[in-house]
């Protein structure tokens, strides 16, 4: 597959639903003969989903992870973060275990998911994320090498108007390319919910920060340290697929404005690219 591209697979994905109520009982159906065949009681992996709002693109996330192909056993959980819209429906009509948490946030959402998670490992998926049929296998095949405690995957941006495929996949390229850099010294900035994994044991006994507050999944990964190596998941079989939603909001509509505010950032950071971040509280330290 060419990097100018997204993956044909994605299509099967691209349900025409705008709201709970446009969704019929057969797609529910097809995605739970899914889940019922990949799912085990007694899971080593537990794939966790936060969620606020989100009762079409959590439809479109889970019924990606059911068509996952491994013979490793798990379960999906997803924590529902004090919603609002109808997203508890379509969690109801699905055949996974659902959480909810009223405490808003990134953090609290998933210090719930990781309390009522029953793996041993434990990874951290987004509502907005398309995943690959391999992604549970290639995560877990670097999770697993000795010495591991914490890996990083990484994603893709499916193209919308005003935002060519060509143009993002040289954006996805100057950022893996600087993943690699950043990840020889602070390997923990590489972290993103959409596509972590961890072993649950070390994890507990971090725990999440409690305030709502971005780069919880960072700082997760930067205490981590102290119980082994991260590393970065580079295979393209991992790389799981968004939308634009991110970049639309950073960028108020604009792809350009986007990536000019993720290049200041970047430039802000450059001066300690290739410097250890020297030990500090997570749980209250302000975003860089």
């Not at 877990?140 to 996949?169: D, H, K, N, T």
Request: hydrophobic share 40%; net charge positive; with cysteine.
């Amino acid at each position: 597959m060419s990097i100018f591209n997204a993956p044909t697979w994605l299509e099967q994905f691209n349900f025409p639903y705008t709201s709970y109520d446009d969704v019929p009982q057969s797609t529910f159906d097809a995605i739970n003969r899914d889940l019922d065949a990949l799912q085990h009681p007694e899971p080593l992996v537990s794939i966790v989903i936060p969620a606020w709002n989100e009762e079409v693109n959590i439809l479109r996330s889970i019924a990606s992870l059911a068509k996952l192909k491994t013979s490793i056993p798990l379960e999906i959980l997803v924590v529902n973060n004090n919603s609002t819209d109808q997203m508890q429906k379509t969690l109801d009509q699905l055949h996974v275990r659902s959480v909810f948490q009223p405490i808003p946030g990134w953090g609290p959402a998933r210090q719930m998911g990781l309390e009522q998670a029953r793996g041993k490992y434990l990874l951290t998926a987004d509502a907005d994320g398309i995943y690959p049929p391999e992604w549970v296998n290639e995560m877990m095949a670097v999770l697993q090498q000795p010495g591991v405690i914490c890996v990083c995957g990484r994603y893709s941006f499916i193209p919308a108007p005003g935002f060519p495929r060509w143009v993002l996949s040289i954006h996805e390229t100057l950022k893996d390319t600087l993943a690699t850099a950043r990840h020889v010294k602070r390997p923990h900035l590489n972290a993103y919910g959409i596509s972590i994994g961890y072993e649950r044991k070390y994890a507990l006994k971090i725990g999440y920060v409690m305030r709502k507050v971005r780069g919880e999944d960072g700082r997760m990964c930067f205490d981590m340290l102290q119980y082994g190596k991260v590393k970065l998941v580079k295979s393209r079989k991992a790389r799981v697929w968004t939308g634009t939603r991110t970049l639309r909001v950073e960028g108020n509509g604009s792809y350009a404005r986007a990536l000019w505010m993720k290049v200041g950032l970047e430039l802000r950071r450059l001066g300690g690219l290739f410097v250890a971040q020297a030990p500090h509280d997570t749980k209250t330290s302000v975003n860089e």
